[in-house]
């Protein structure tokens, strides 16, 4: 049964607004590396046969799949048995709905789907091709308006490749009639099956359906100069294994009335120049494992900043344009882990992101209910630039700028662990909010194509390398995020070809300095539920509004520095349920609010590593908690104290003073 995509990014996009009450959290530990690229078998040649598929090659509406044509390629000695298929010039063109069975090699041809049955779909059975095409797409579906299928046979080695040297005309531009895919499709296009497809993109694009692109199965790898899949209206990913090296973004859509990505299934490996999933519309992800490097990832872009060159990874980028051929932002870049214009849903999976940008970021609402997340990012863990809300999952954050930020931030269940140089939570305005913007430093570095430019390598013009994740170096920090010559410049004071240096911008200070502002009513911390760890540089939870707090438990170790607070709030912080512990520096510090549950302030020395304890005057321990660094301030509001009795805090078993609750 085919997955409806609609569906899926309806009921978890109502699940996202219904939700933004809610909170969630993600952590997978495990590292896992990259498929390595398959080879393909040599392909086969010699009179057709008429063997049917196995009964289990595929599920669903091809669990019976009967052949009607079979072809083998082999140049001028292409075979064909069977109507709906002819051969010339090098290019098989299938004119005809039904099920072709495709074996053999093309040294330089094409297969092309030309049909204009209404009700029929067209269904390619791969089953060892291998097809070179040096002038346009290896694979090109001109027409076919039920929707054409390709279907990897069991156990088989499919690859498709172009020619990187093939050159596009202005008006071939404006019409949207050229090839920039090795697999391009004018309507809508599914992937299945159980064998395997290599694409070298070395031209552009892997798979471009101007239309609805699915993928059901089978294992896909593939190399692409810019972007490894574009479905222009919508990409659903329900299964199969996915290794995508792209110059451009991984995975993207473009339709900007439509433009969704749902993700129900599948293991999907990006590593990624720029976003490894981009959507103009929404992204809705309820299962699957996703693997994802963006922008050369959360290691290069610490190596990058130590050089003093700006630039990210090693690679150089061009100029991103639309399918028209016009320029976009010439300025700047994303190289995110996940992107919405719209809004995010996850309600499952397991997420292992290791971006130079965001790891999540949507420009309308972000809703985790579900899922396990790794993250290492240089900019912030989640963001979202209107409402965040997490009700369930495991999220680790283990290296990021910011952990959380949005207008507002809303945690109802889940675990969360984050480490931030800057704030764990940071709520505040989309005006506010900080974000990286990449420059670029050469700005004609695009093709003679109008699209993407390589990034430039020893082999493929592509980047190269393993999925790796990397934590704090050091302390962590990041220091400056202005580059040292803001417009791009190499050391020598040259433009550097394609390069790209990096600046926050927004709000002012990182972060915003909620308790030194004037309260915004619309920005808000609410927690209601959950387990909350926050280790910050900057200050713990930031508002500046204000935050609330019913229940859950919460621990942050905040900053050293006495710039920063562990709570930072231009409202209130109101806490009438759970625990709520803040260790950090003096300086800034902040309590809880009045109308709060029975709290402790103190301010006294605890040395990095030192076991700090409550106990009541019976000599219980009502709290006990480990700081992982130097701290000078501590408050607890906890339902296990009561105000208006004394209590006692003890740094490493030696009382630090008796305390009186408010």
């Known amino acids: 049964m085919t997955i409806s995509r609609r569906r899926i990014c309806a009921a978890a996009l109502a699940l996202l607004f219904a939700a933004l009450g809610l909170c969630g959290c993600a952590a997978n530990r495990t590292q896992s590396d990259p498929s390595d690229v398959l080879t393909t078998t040599a392909p086969l040649s010699g009179d057709v046969t008429t063997t049917q598929p196995q009964a289990d090659e595929d599920t669903g509406e091809n669990e019976n799949l009967e052949i009607d044509t079979y072809v083998i390629l082999n140049d001028d000695a292409t075979a064909i048995k069977g109507s709906g298929a002819a051969y010339a010039d090098s290019v098989l063109t299938v004119s005809a709905p039904g099920v072709y069975s495709i074996k053999g090699k093309l040294t330089d041809g094409q297969i092309r789907v030309d049909t204009d ?47 990187a040297d093939r050159t596009m005309t202005e008006a071939q531009a404006e019409d949207n009639d050229f090839a920039t895919a090795v697999i391009y499709s004018k309507d809508d296009l599914q992937i299945e099956g159980t064998g395997t497809l290599t694409i070298e993109a070395n031209f552009n694009k892997g798979i471009f359906s101007r239309d609805d692109l699915q993928l059901r199965g089978g294992t896909l790898n593939i190399t692409a100069a810019d972007d490894g899949i574009r479905g222009k209206d919508s990409v659903e990913i329900s299964g199969g294994t996915l290794n995508i090296t792209s110059g451009g973004d991984g995975i993207r859509t473009s339709n ?95 997420f292992r992101l290791n971006c130079l940008d965001d790891a999540l970021h949507a420009d309308e609402n972000v809703a985790v209910s579900g899922g396990m997340f790794r993250i290492n990012t240089n900019d912030d863990g989640i963001h979202a630039g209107k409402a965040l809300a997490i009700a369930g999952g495991e999220i680790l954050i283990e290296a990021s700028y910011e952990g959380l930020e949005g207008n ?61 994740f990397g934590g704090p170096q050091g302390d962590g920090r990041q220091g400056d995020r202005t ?20 600046r926050r911008q927004g709000g002012g200070n990182p972060g915003g300095r909620g308790g030194m502002d004037q309260a915004d009513e619309s920005c808000l911390i609410t927690i209601s539920a959950g387990t909350v760890k926050v280790n910050a540089a900057g200050d713990g939870l930031d508002s500046n509004g204000s935050i609330q707090m019913s229940g859950g438990t919460v621990l942050v170790l ?105």
Do not use: W
């Open 117 to 163: 049955d209404e009700n029929a779909k067209v269904k390619l059975y791969f089953d060892g091709v291998e097809i070179y095409c040096s002038t346009s797409a290896p694979v090109y579906i001109e027409n076919s308006p039920k929707e054409t299928q390709i279907i990897l046979a069991k156990g088989s080695e499919n690859k498709l490749s172009d020619n």
């Open 558 to 662: 905040g900053p050293t520095n006495s710039g920063n607070g562990a709570l930072d709030y231009a409202g209130t912080c109101v806490v009438s349920g759970g625990s709520l512990c803040a260790i950090g520096s003096a300086g800034m510090a902040q309590g809880v609010s009045n109308g709060s549950i029975a709290s402790l302030t103190v301010q006294t020395q605890i040395p990095a590593g030192a076991t700090v304890t409550v106990i009541d005057s019976a000599g219980n321990t009502l709290y006990q908690i480990k700081s992982e660094k130097a701290a000078s301030h501590f408050v607890l509001a906890d339902a296990a104290l009561v105000s208006g009795r004394s209590y006692t805090l003890a740094v490493n078993g030696a009382q630090a003073g008796s305390y009186t609750a408010q």
């Open 483 to 502: 580059p040292p010559t803001g417009d791009g410049q190499t050391s020598d004071g040259e433009n550097a070809q394609g390069s790209f240096g990096f």
């Open 408 to 468: 507002t931030i809303d945690v109802s269940g889940g675990t969360l662990d984050i480490t931030a140089q800057d704030d764990g939570f940071n709520a505040a305005s989309p005006d506010d909010q900080n974000d990286m913007t990449f420059f670029r430093g050469a700005p004609d570095a695009q093709n003679g194509n109008g699209e993407t430019a390589q990034p430039q390598t020893p082999d493929s013009g592509v980047p190269t390398g393993e999925l790796s």
């Open 256 to 350: 900007e009335e439509k433009g969704d990505v749902s993700i129900s299934g599948g293991d999907i490996t990006v590593i990624s120049t720029l976003d490894s999933i981009q959507a103009v519309g929404n992204v809705a992800i309820a299962g699957g494992t996703l693997r994802l490097q963006s922008g050369g990832g959360y290691q290069a872009s610490l190596a990058s900043q130590g050089n003093g060159t700006g630039t990210f990874g090693g690679f150089g980028f061009g100029e991103r344009r639309p399918e028209g051929g016009t320029t976009e932002d010439t300025n700047t870049v994303s190289a995110k882990g996940i992107k919405a214009d719209g809004s995010i849903a996850v309600s499952g999976g397991t």
